[in-house]
């Protein structure tokens, strides 16, 4: 396995960020914080560096919609740390509606976020690693990314579908570069999205999630599912699964 030290996280003010914050800062590593929430930041910062003296936390605010701000964001962490060893990409949101329903606008903003944000903070990463001739890009999409789903979560799992195609483009391009990308594939973590869906019940709890994500993106893999049971087994059924078990997601 090898000793990514600075981390920078995406997202990184609440939820599935803070979380993944808190692994990797109990694990010794430097980190570099965005989200749109600064207050929330800076708050985590001063928690973690408290906790864990020996790390550094540095922070920058970020909107990742705002796509050239994400590469001179990226760029500035860089400099702050010296090195940028692994990326997350995890900032999204899930505020789809059903497909004609007049709410266009919040699924163009589930997409701008969720893939064509990602996609911008994919370039701004593997820019850097190609320079520095190293690097790992963990990439967080959803087991939703494996079929086309109904109602609310459409443009959510499209935008998904959407990411984690790009993320195995780019580990093609990338192979014998000395670059890794992950595609990391979360089934229910407990946060404010997915307390809102039918599979609520199978949720893992915040912190095991948060621990389970931390773990499998340590280990580098081309594909994560996290945590691995149920959600392996749940992936291969979802992809033969009828329209009548599909519709559950809605």
């Not at 965005?34 to 910062?45: E, G, P, Q, S, V």
């Not at 928690?47 to 540095?58: D, F, M, S, W």
């Amino acid at each position: 396995m090898v000793l990514r030290k600075n981390i920078l996280i995406t997202g990184a003010s609440s939820e599935l960020g803070e979380g993944m914050a808190r692994q990797f800062a109990a694990r010794g590593r430097d980190l570099a914080l965005c989200a749109r929430r600064t207050d929330r930041l800076d708050a985590l910062a001063a928690e973690l560096k408290a906790a864990y003296p020996g790390i550094r936390v540095v922070t920058h605010g970020l909107d990742v919609t705002d796509h050239d701000r994400v590469f001179s964001v990226f760029d500035r962490f860089r400099a702050d740390l010296g090195s940028l060893d692994r990326v997350i990409v995890n900032a999204g949101l899930g505020k789809g509606r059903p497909v004609g329903t007049g709410r266009f606008d919040a699924n163009r903003q589930t997409l701008e976020t969720n893939f064509v944000a990602a996609a911008a903070q994919v370039e701004a990463a593997v820019g850097i690693f190609r320079e520095q001739g190293d690097g790992h890009l963990a990439v967080i999409s959803s087991f939703a990314a494996v079929r086309g789903l109904p109602g609310s979560v459409t443009a959510y799992a499209a935008a998904k579908a959407g990411i984690s195609a790009l993320a195995e483009g780019t580990r093609l391009e990338l192979r014998g570069k000395g670059i890794a990308v992950t595609d990391v594939r979360p089934g229910y973590i407990q946060s404010e999205m997915y307390d809102r869906l039918e599979g609520r019940r199978l949720a893992t709890g915040a912190e095991a999630g948060a621990r389970a994500l931390a773990k499998a993106i340590e280990a580098e893999p081309k594909v994560a599912y996290v945590p691995p049971w149920p959600w392996r087994a749940l992936t291969l059924a979802l992809r033969v699964a009828p329209a009548s078990v599909l519709r559950r997601f809605a």
